[in-house]
């Protein structure tokens, strides 16, 4: 007996379920063709049109970019993907099943049409531990150890309930279940942003001399415009993830050689 086109989708839908995933973000109608009408329906053609049929990102989903600023520095920028393009940057009439490039408009940058290759899941940037004793270690005695979401409450805000680290920088920031959002993650993104943008003086200064950060403390017969390598070394030890990767080199050989002296 043949089974209906309905009832195939049915039927793949409750598969996709069984797998705990979210059929949503399957081409369905693929997934029947290619393992049920055109394969053999084994399971290793349906894990092969299952592969083939994801969609890695849909209208809604928020995305990071890595845009190119002036003097070669990168910055990462995130949005919701707002539609999807041609290669031509015009609009798709119709649904496709592949989409080229998606339409995105972050908040701290102009808009783009961007290649979905050139993508980055938003949450991919972050880990997130939802471990009581991880996401409050170290918490304020005042609060019993407890600490508070910081997303936005107003004065009452409930105890955080996990731990969100955003890759690049290690910085943390803890949230509720209700404000562990995209958006509240991309606007902690948002704040290593606005710290590397603020230090561009710095990081181009120790990209052209990395050697900088590897001088002499203060010294008081210096110019007013220099800065002492002890303030490179203390805004190193405050933003690590900022240190162009020679002057990072650098000071580590500096710190290895200050070790040996004092032994
Ligand atoms: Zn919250």
């Not at 995305?63 to 600023?69: H, M, Q, S, Y």
């Not at 002890?230 to 990072?248: G, H, I, K, M, T």
């Amino acid at each position: 007996m043949v089974a209906s086109m309905c009832e195939m989708r049915e039927q793949a839908r409750e598969e996709q379920g069984w797998e705990k995933r979210d059929p949503e973000r399957y081409d369905i109608d693929g997934i029947v063709r290619d393992a049920w009408i055109n394969g053999n329906g084994s399971d290793e053609v349906w894990k092969a049109a299952v592969e083939k049929h994801f969609k890695r990102f849909m209208v809604g989903d928020w995305v990071r970019i890595t845009v190119d600023v002036e003097d070669g520095l990168t910055e990462h920028h995130y949005g919701p993907i707002e539609n999807f393009r041609k290669p031509d940057g015009n609009f798709y009439r119709r649904n496709v099943a592949k989409p080229y490039a998606a339409f995105v408009h972050p908040e701290h940058t102009r808009s783009h049409v961007v290649p979905l290759a050139d993508l980055v899941e938003e949450i991919n940037d972050f880990e997130i531990t939802t471990e009581w004793s991880e996401v409050h270690e170290g918490g304020p005695k005042h609060n019993y150890g407890v600490y508070h979401c910081t997303g936005a409450h107003g004065p009452y805000p409930p105890p955080a309930k996990v731990m969100v680290i955003h890759k690049v920088s290690g910085r943390k920031k803890r949230f509720c279940d209700d404000c562990n959002t995209a958006d509240y993650r991309s606007r902690f993104a948002d704040e290593a942003l606005m710290f590397q943008r603020n230090a561009k003086r710095t990081i181009l200064e120790l990209r052209a001399n990395p050697s900088l950060i590897a001088g002499p403390a203060a010294d008081p017969g210096r110019s007013w415009d220099e800065m002492p390598a002890d303030e490179y070394r203390s805004w190193a030890d405050a933003f690590p993830w900022l240190v162009p990767a020679a002057a990072a080199a650098a000071y580590t050989e500096w710190r290895d050689q200050c070790t040996a002296v004092a032994a």
